[in-house]
């Protein structure tokens, strides 16, 4: 059983920036899609930001621009670079892998895709 582990979260004021990391039990070198996705009370999850295979990079729209997934395999961690966050950015953030599918540029942001989860890191912004 692969098991994700998120770590980074916490506080940050608006207009600051965060680093969220995701350790992978498993071989991410492997996997097929990577994603981050988030949650805040009283809505549904949401991605954030995916990686397929190919290295490509796809982001939600109220993303874009601000924050950034990469992937180092040899060490077998997923991030989320979040610059210039905003209020609307706080939730609970989670990271996910894939190792059956793949994803493509609409694909990457549904959650059935993905095989394994973490248990989600806390952002909170503060204004």
């Known amino acids: 059983q692969v098991q994700l582990v998120e770590s980074g979260g916490g506080s940050v004021q608006a207009g600051g920036s965060l680093r969220l990391s995701c350790r992978v039990s498993?071989?991410?070198?492997?996997?097929?899609?990577v994603a981050w996705f988030r949650q805040s009370p009283g809505n549904e999850r949401e991605g954030v930001a995916g990686r397929s295979i190919n290295g490509r990079t796809y982001y939600a729209d109220s993303v874009k621009g601000r924050f950034t997934i990469s992937q180092d395999n040899a060490k077998a961690m997923l991030y989320l670079e979040m610059n210039s966050v905003q209020p609307e950015d706080g939730a609970i953030y989670y990271c996910?892998?894939?190792?059956?599918w793949g994803c493509g540029s609409s694909s990457w942001r549904l959650i059935t895709v993905y095989d394994s989860w973490g248990q989600g890191t806390q952002v909170t912004i503060s204004s």
């Open positions: 996910a892998a894939d190792w059956r």
């Open positions: 498993g071989s991410l070198d492997s996997s097929r899609c």
